[in-house]
């Protein structure tokens, strides 16, 4: 039961949802239909913007919280940070 979670839990992450998508929809396509081509197209074009570190930061930018600039004046006995 626990392999079967993963591998659903795996294939429904954005890279192998679209990249699956896409597949089925080329499939479809030369079968002659040109909505599945267009389909097809439109996913692999949104899992190549979604793979870019541009449009990955601007999610990301959105979700993270400002961070605030350490103050040493506030603790003068630390000699070393460690991140």
């Known amino acids: ?3 079967i979670k993963k591998m659903i ?3 429904l992450m954005p890279l192998p949802l679209f990249g699956l998508f896409a597949c089925l929809m080329l499939l479809l396509a030369f079968k002659g239909r040109k909505s599945a081509l267009f389909l097809s197209t439109l996913s ?3 899992l190549l ?3 870019t570190p541009f449009i990955a930061n601007l999610i990301i930018q959105n ?3 400002a961070s605030l600039a350490f103050d040493t004046l506030k603790h003068p006995k630390i ?3 460690v991140y």
């Open 1 to 3: 039961m626990f392999v």
């Open 9 to 11: 839990g795996g294939l």
């Open 44 to 46: 692999l074009i949104v």
């Open 49 to 51: 913007a979604l793979s």
């Open 63 to 65: 979700n993270e919280p």
């Open 79 to 81: 000699d070393k940070i």
